[in-house]
């Protein structure tokens, strides 16, 4: 007993350390935000060591990754790439302070949403492509575009795709819905959507990420999130589409309401045979068909009075500014990014290759009828989504007030002004 | 250790002379410290003091990671002060701490109690109610997270026997935080549980039936014997678990992400998200020095105020 508040004491004063450890991981960040230093590679321009920093889900998804790395080896006898893999969220985390403190490794995984905030860290591509004789139109242009910042190409797409509706085969035919076709319209979606919502299950399930809100909002109004690189949440246009997105949740109750924080759940709503329609990209769609128990179908989006539009998305790879060898670096990314390991990687059923002569294998591996035309009419139909620098900031608003302005806690528009407060001037 | 003979002042020595002896071996002393204490001090001093000056030092300047760096003064805790989400982060984390120091306490304590030294079994209760403590959060949460789902446990259940729906806990301003705390209530009470479990075992069972012969209640006797008893180890328990609630971030940050809106945002999270997410480092470091700020000052008052009421007489 006499012994407690001793330990109280020294309780106290570890957990006061543990207090100042929140600013001392701030600071050490902070302490890394030189720029000069010096890459992890070294060599020329056909023969170096080199570190491919990129997200992996496990060991499996390294070893499949590190394949494609080896691609380089193959193809260049000097280099070697070696991949360093980390999951998603701590990637993130972690990549912009590496790039800041100039010992990122040479080549770096992009997506496409994130890269404004990343680009002025990355060699910008266009005359290596001209040097190497990289061709831009071999790739899907709306992902080749995606990569682009201020007109310059940051990083080399392996995999892209527009947003496209998934649906539940076998609900639509118990509820005698026929199935959507290339073209079908906003009413001909809210009246399937509505016939489907009964017996505890809804017809669409949705939540507020960036990428699914903004395809709505174009397909109904044309609305984008940027005006010449700036956010423009509280244009008209641009409030008419969000409000008549919420309203799916709101008031036609044709998608159950949100939870907050849980960006799984559209997805498990839908695989879970509770909700008959979700708005995906193609890179989930060989996974999505692997754990449902249904059949799968796809469809483009819905069409708005323009016609149906979406958005784009899609990953790559760039060289941090770093890097002492550019040219090797972009040489293993010019073999990674072949034919060769973007049909391995379809084959695998991984990703919807960027590459237009790898996705045969790719509709070969995800084996849904409908599939090439669904994928091809979407991504004529579709433009990249142009983030602003603070991208990540306006995703976590979005979801946050998003999620407020869809379960009709607070209007539409109050939700737009909120996040166009916060983060618009950082935009 | 500094226990030595050659301390004391040789007899007739003047008050306030120099003491010939004690120099020397003060010294010497000194010297064994300082190369004990220089492993930790050195620790401390490289990961902890110059963090903490150099998160001050950052937290005077518009610092992002990429970009240029300027210098603003006091211009990032001006900017958190009339931030209207910053405010309201600070509130969600009082609110957190108001209603989770408490009904912890209560929870842990009344459990406590009932699971006395008399009840055969308690050992077993005692290995049950630490598990959430020893399971890794996230998993816990990840369970929480179904519960409390749109279609998860309890709508569901509600829905099949009562044809009701349940509130949408996670999604709705109102009873986000509830089930935040909620959730970190079944995580918590374990730890003070078994802390209020131990002192209570101490008391001397003597007393209690002396006590009890003189005809004195069961509240009577926790009221004048066990309760005073206790009090270092209540002290200790409601210190610890109001430092460690101030910092709250895994529950939010996995169940709801410090939303919907910011309802369940808190300081941690917001430090976090400026720092890693949206990568403006000046801006976490200020806000990263007004929770400790905080958090030393309600320490403080605990320390000062523990004069009252604990008891470290008996």
Same mark, same amino acid.
């Given at each position: 007993?006499?012994?407690?508040?001793?330990?109280?004491?020294?309780?106290?004063?570890?957990?006061?350390?543990?207090?100042?450890?929140?600013?001392?991981?701030?600071?050490?960040?902070?302490?890394?935000?030189?720029?000069?230093?010096?890459?992890?590679?070294?060599?020329?321009?056909?023969?170096?060591?080199?570190?491919?920093?990129?997200?992996?889900?496990?060991? $499996?998804?390294?070893?499949?990754?590190?394949?494609?790395?080896?691609?380089?080896?193959?193809?260049?006898?000097?280099?070697?790439?070696?991949?360093?893999?980390?999951?998603?969220?701590?990637?993130?985390?972690?990549?912009?302070?590496?790039?800041?403190?100039?010992?990122?490794?040479?080549?770096?995984?992009?997506?496409?949403?994130?890269?404004?905030?990343?680009?002025?860290?990355?060699?910008?591509?266009?005359?290596?492509?001209?040097?190497?004789?990289?061709?831009?139109?071999?790739?899907?242009?709306?992902?080749?575009?995606?990569?682009?910042?201020?007109?310059?190409?940051?990083?080399?797409?392996?995999?892209?795709?527009?947003?496209?509706?998934?649906?539940?085969?076998?609900?639509?035919?118990?509820?005698?819905?026929?199935?959507?076709?290339?073209?079908?319209?906003?009413?001909?979606?809210?009246?399937?959507?509505?016939?489907?919502?009964?017996?505890?299950?809804?017809?669409?399930?949705?939540?507020?990420?960036?990428?699914?809100?903004?395809?709505?909002?174009?397909?109904?109004?044309?609305?984008?999130?940027?005006?010449?690189?700036?956010?423009?949440?509280?244009?008209?246009?641009? $409030?008419?589409?969000?409000?008549?997105?919420?309203?799916?949740?709101?008031?036609?109750?044709?998608?159950?309401?949100?939870?907050?924080?849980?960006?799984?759940?559209?997805?498990?709503?839908?695989?879970?045979?509770?909700?008959?329609?979700?708005?995906?990209?193609?890179?989930?769609?060989?996974?999505?068909?692997?754990?449902?128990?249904?059949?799968?179908?796809?469809?483009?989006?819905?069409?708005?009075?323009?016609?149906?539009?979406?958005?784009?998305?899609?990953?790559?790879?760039?060289?941090?500014?770093?890097?002492?060898?550019?040219?090797?670096?972009?040489?293993?990314?010019?073999?990674?990014?072949?034919?060769?390991?973007?049909?391995?990687?379809?084959?695998?059923?991984?990703?919807?290759?960027?590459?237009?002569?790898?996705?045969?294998?790719?509709?070969?591996?995800?084996?849904?009828?409908?599939?090439?035309?669904?994928?091809?009419?979407?991504?004529?139909?579709?433009?990249?989504?142009?983030?602003?620098?603070?991208?990540?900031?306006?995703?976590?608003?979005?979801?946050?007030?998003?999620?407020?302005?869809?379960?009709?806690?607070?209007?539409?528009?109050?939700?737009?002004?909120?996040?166009?407060?916060?983060?618009?001037?950082?935009? | 250790?500094?226990?030595?003979?050659?301390?004391?002042?040789?007899? *007739?020595?003047?008050?306030?002379?120099?003491?010939?002896?004690?120099?020397?071996?003060?010294?010497?002393?000194?010297?064994?410290?300082?190369?004990?204490?220089?492993?930790?001090?050195?620790?401390?001093?490289?990961?902890?003091?110059?963090?903490?000056?150099?998160?001050?030092?950052?937290?005077?300047?518009?610092? %992002?990671?990429?970009?240029?760096?300027?210098?603003?003064?006091?211009?990032?805790?001006?900017?958190?002060?009339?931030? %209207?989400?910053?405010?309201?982060?600070?509130?969600?984390?009082?609110?957190?701490?108001?209603?989770?120091?408490?009904?912890?306490?209560?929870?842990?304590?009344?459990?406590?109690?009932?699971?006395?030294?008399?009840?055969?079994?308690?050992?077993?209760?005692?290995?049950?109610?630490?598990?959430?403590?020893?399971?890794?959060?996230?998993?816990?949460?990840?369970?929480?997270?179904?519960?409390?789902?749109?279609?998860?446990?309890?709508? *569901?259940?509600?829905?099949?026997?009562? *044809?009701?729906?349940?509130?949408?806990?996670? *999604?709705?301003?109102?009873?986000?935080?509830?089930?935040?705390?909620?959730?970190?209530?079944?995580?918590?009470?374990?730890?003070?549980?078994?802390?209020?479990?131990?002192?209570?075992?101490?008391? %001397?069972?003597?007393?209690?039936?002396?006590?009890?012969?003189?005809?004195?209640?069961?509240?009577?006797?926790?009221?004048?014997?066990?309760?005073?008893?206790?009090?270092?180890?209540?002290?200790?328990?409601?210190?610890?678990?109001?430092?460690?609630?101030?910092?709250?971030?895994?529950?939010?940050?996995?169940?709801?992400?410090?939303?919907?809106?910011?309802?369940?945002?808190?300081?941690?999270?917001?430090?976090?998200?400026?720092?890693?997410?949206?990568?403006?480092?000046?801006?976490?470091?200020?806000?990263?020095?007004?929770?400790?700020?905080?958090?030393?000052?309600?320490?403080?008052?605990?320390?000062?105020?523990?004069?009252?009421?604990?008891?470290?007489?008996?």
């Amino acid at each position: 007993m006499k012994a407690t508040p001793v330990r109280a004491h020294r309780w106290a004063l570890k957990t006061g350390m543990a207090a100042l450890s929140v600013l001392a991981l701030t600071t050490v960040a902070a302490c890394g935000g030189s720029n000069d230093g010096s890459s992890g590679s070294s060599g020329a321009a056909d023969k170096a060591d080199l570190t491919w920093s990129f997200w992996v889900a496990g060991a $499996e998804d390294q070893a499949a990754w590190q394949k494609v790395a080896d691609q380089a080896h193959t193809d260049h006898a000097g280099i070697t790439v070696k991949l360093q893999g980390a999951p998603w969220d701590s990637y993130w985390s972690k990549i912009g302070t590496t790039l800041a403190s100039g010992k990122a490794p040479c080549i770096i995984g992009m997506q496409s949403l994130r890269m404004a905030s990343y680009a002025n860290a990355m060699v910008p591509l266009d005359d290596l492509m001209k040097k190497y004789g990289m061709k831009a139109e071999d790739f899907d242009k709306p992902i080749m575009d995606g990569l682009k910042a201020d007109g310059k190409q940051i990083a080399i797409p392996y995999d892209s795709g527009p947003m496209v509706i998934f649906y539940n085969k076998d609900m639509f035919k118990a509820a005698g819905v026929p199935d959507p076709k290339p073209g079908w319209t906003m009413d001909e979606f809210k009246a399937a959507a509505k016939k489907l919502t009964a017996a505890g299950k809804t017809g669409l399930v949705t939540t507020p990420g960036d990428l699914g809100t903004m395809s709505w909002v174009r397909t109904m109004t044309g609305a984008e999130p940027l005006a010449d690189g700036k956010l423009n949440l509280t244009d008209s246009k641009f $409030e008419q589409g969000f409000s008549q997105y919420a309203d799916f949740v709101k008031t036609d109750k044709i998608a159950p309401q949100v939870p907050g924080g849980n960006p799984d759940f559209e997805t498990q709503q839908f695989t879970g045979g509770k909700a008959a329609m979700q708005l995906n990209g193609p890179w989930s769609l060989i996974d999505t068909k692997g754990k449902v128990k249904f059949n799968l179908g796809i469809a483009p989006i819905p069409a708005g009075p323009d016609g149906s539009k979406t958005y784009t998305a899609g990953s790559g790879f760039g060289i941090a500014r770093s890097c002492k060898t550019p040219d090797a670096a972009f040489q293993a990314i010019m073999s990674m990014t072949t034919e060769k390991p973007l049909t391995t990687l379809a084959e695998a059923g991984r990703a919807y290759p960027s590459r237009t002569a790898a996705h045969p294998a790719w509709f070969t591996a995800a084996k849904i009828d409908g599939a090439k035309e669904t994928i091809d009419y979407a991504s004529e139909h579709s433009v990249p989504l142009v983030t602003s620098k603070n991208w990540v900031q306006v995703a976590d608003l979005l979801n946050r007030f998003g999620t407020q302005a869809l379960n009709g806690e607070i209007p539409p528009d109050q939700a737009l002004k909120t996040i166009q407060d916060q983060a618009g001037a950082g935009s | 250790m500094t226990t030595n003979t050659t301390t004391v002042a040789p007899p *007739g020595a003047p008050e306030g002379a120099p003491r010939a002896g004690r120099r020397p071996a003060l010294r010497r002393d000194g010297r064994y410290a300082s190369i004990f204490l220089a492993p930790s001090l050195g620790g401390l001093a490289l990961f902890t003091l110059f963090p903490t000056a150099m998160a001050l030092g950052i937290s005077l300047f518009d610092w %992002p990671v990429f970009g240029t760096r300027s210098f603003l003064g006091f211009g990032n805790y001006s900017h958190l002060l009339h931030d %209207p989400v910053f405010r309201r982060v600070v509130l969600n984390t009082v609110l957190f701490v108001v209603l989770y120091v408490p009904l912890n306490v209560v929870v842990s304590l009344g459990l406590a109690v009932w699971l006395g030294p008399q009840i055969k079994g308690r050992q077993v209760f005692r290995v049950l109610f630490f598990i959430p403590v020893m399971t890794p959060m996230v998993a816990n949460v990840m369970v929480w997270r179904l519960l409390f789902q749109p279609g998860g446990l309890i709508d *569901g259940g509600l829905q099949s026997w009562f *044809g009701i729906d349940a509130p949408n806990f996670l *999604g709705s301003s109102n009873w986000a935080m509830p089930a935040i705390v909620a959730m970190s209530i079944w995580q918590g009470f374990g730890y003070n549980f078994l802390v209020f479990s131990a002192a209570i075992d101490q008391v %001397p069972q003597s007393q209690l039936e002396s006590a009890q012969i003189d005809g004195a209640g069961p509240l009577q006797r926790f009221r004048y014997i066990t309760w005073p008893m206790i009090t270092p180890s209540m002290f200790f328990a409601t210190t610890m678990t109001l430092i460690t609630s101030f910092q709250v971030f895994a529950q939010p940050f996995i169940l709801t992400q410090g939303g919907p809106g910011v309802a369940t945002q808190t300081i941690v999270m917001y430090v976090y998200n400026q720092g890693w997410q949206f990568l403006t480092m000046g801006l976490a470091s200020a806000a990263g020095w007004v929770l400790f700020v905080i958090i030393m000052g309600i320490t403080a008052i605990q320390f000062f105020g523990q004069k009252r009421w604990v008891n470290y007489d008996v």
